[in-house]
């Protein structure tokens, strides 16, 4: 780093200070540590912390070193060198965490935007890749301490400047969303499509295709080349693997078995760059921390940082604190959920029941929600399903955009494919809005 001084004093508060880990662990890399012996126990904190949001344990070190020597990272020869710098580097004081955070990060902005440079001008301008040079900007941009919020200077012109340049990328790229696979609904939404930092509910009777849509939108953002993790607590991912390969392989469900091969090829033949990290938890087993310890764990083994998420769905989750109040709890998961999109700057997408008196609505609105209004007012938009038997019979499906933020209330009518897995298959014309 800076000096050898600043690169131990970074490494102990890592190792010390779990308020440090926190707010710095996650930009930080062991390359930026110039000692070998310092990048790979800072490698160990790095890693246990994004692994199991925690300050590297002794454990933790003893069983890290002996998966090195195992893995021939370091020589047994080496071991006495790690422990001795491990025990000088824990006796250090780490009072002084914070200022040493706002100086790291200082730091690892500037190396970050040294090497976007240098990939700029050896990977990205001869290929006239200018959208990955924006989003490295935006990336070393949004580098900051987790949790350490600063006034926006609104009538500042660096700020007035930010957002010039932000709107002429956006009006560039015609869509700064992602899409969600339906061209007139993507028309409605004000980024073109699912935008970071914010909560999307599909609000849905029972077996109307909460799940099928979830999958669907998840879907169609991995074939953008998006990295999307999909968390099931109802459906197995069995069955969610055959929705899947229907809709992908095109091919019925029930014809699967049939078609192995050629399912199998055809799937083969059309992956995206994007991927789909499906985790399955049995009902009201997954709360928000084990959420956020899955990503944080793709991040570490699988290298993959994740654009979405989705949550199937967040009514059977378990709230992260339990309380006698039943609407509180339920409320709360709605606004870890909210918060979590902020972390990580993506989207969440989940979905939610419709009470017994909506169900048989022509148009379900947010009203109809069953359990508390709260997780109405904390989601940015509400897309409900609506369809009478008539309708479901034909496949036929309403989307009713509803008590979202920055968006006008829209009607749509689609065509479904159920039995190829597909929420989608045809869009049919919008609808005058009707009351429910």
């Known amino acids: 780093m800076v000096d050898e001084t600043f690169e131990r004093k970074v490494l102990a508060c890592l190792l010390l200070s779990g308020e440090f880990c926190s707010s710095v662990a996650r930009h930080l890399k062991p390359s930026y540590f110039e000692s070998v012996v310092r990048h790979n126990i800072g490698k160990l904190a790095i890693d246990f912390h994004l692994k199991y949001q925690a300050k590297l344990s002794h454990l933790g070190f003893t069983e890290g070193i002996k998966d090195m020597v195992r893995h021939k990272v370091i020589a047994e020869a080496d071991i006495t060198l790690y422990v001795e710098e491990y025990r000088k580097l824990t006796r250090m004081d780490v009072s002084d965490w914070r200022f040493v955070a706002e100086r790291a990060v200082t730091f690892i902005k ?76 993507d028309d409605h939404f004000p980024k073109r499509g699912w935008y970071k930092r914010e909560l999307y509910v599909i609000l849905a009777p029972p077996k109307r295709g909460k799940t099928m849509a979830l999958q669907y939108f998840g879907n169609a953002a991995a074939m953008q080349g998006f990295n999307v993790a999909i968390f099931t607590l109802e459906v197995s991912t069995e069955v969610y693997t055959d929705r899947l390969d229907a809709m992908n392989a095109d091919i019925e469900i029930k014809k699967l078995p049939e078609y192995v091969t050629e399912a199998a ?103 109809d929600t069953a359990g508390t209004w709260d997780k109405i007012m904390v989601a940015d938009a509400i897309i409900s399903l609506s369809a009478s038997e008539g309708e479901l019979k034909k496949g036929e499906m309403k989307l009713h955009l509803a008590e979202c933020r920055n968006m006008e209330s829209a009607t749509f009518k689609i065509k479904t494919a159920y039995n190829f897995g597909r929420f989608y298959k045809e869009f049919l014309g919008e609808l005058e809005e009707v009351d429910g």
């Not at 290929?127 to 040079?133: L, P, Q, S, V, W």
């Not at 580098?143 to 009006?171: M, P």
């Not at 310890?293 to 009514?315: F, N, W």
Request: glycine share 4%.
């Open 265 to 367: 090829l055809r799937l083969k033949a059309k992956r995206p760059e994007g991927n789909l990290f499906i985790f399955e938890y049995p009902t009201k087993r997954l709360d928000i921390l084990e959420i956020e310890r899955q990503l944080r764990k793709l991040e570490v083994e699988d290298g993959a940082t994740v654009d979405m998420v989705v949550v199937d769905y967040a009514d059977i989750m378990r709230p992260a604190r339990w309380t006698d109040d039943e609407l509180r709890n339920q409320a709360s998961i709605y606004e870890d959920l909210r918060a979590l999109a902020t972390i990580f700057d993506c989207p969440i997408l989940t979905a939610s029941q419709v009470n017994r008196a909506g169900s048989d609505k022509s148009i379900i609105k947010g009203k």
């Open 110 to 185: 500037n190396r970050e935007m040294k090497r976007l440079i240098e990939d700029a001008v050896s990977k990205h301008l001869p290929k006239d890749n200018f959208e990955a040079i924006e989003k490295a900007m935006r990336d070393v941009a949004n580098i900051n301490l987790t949790g350490d919020t600063k006034a926006y200077s609104y009538f500042s012109d660096e700020r007035i400047n930010d957002r010039t340049r932000r709107r002429e990328l956006e009006a560039a790229a015609k869509s700064f969303g992602i899409s969600t696979g339906i061209k007139r609904l």
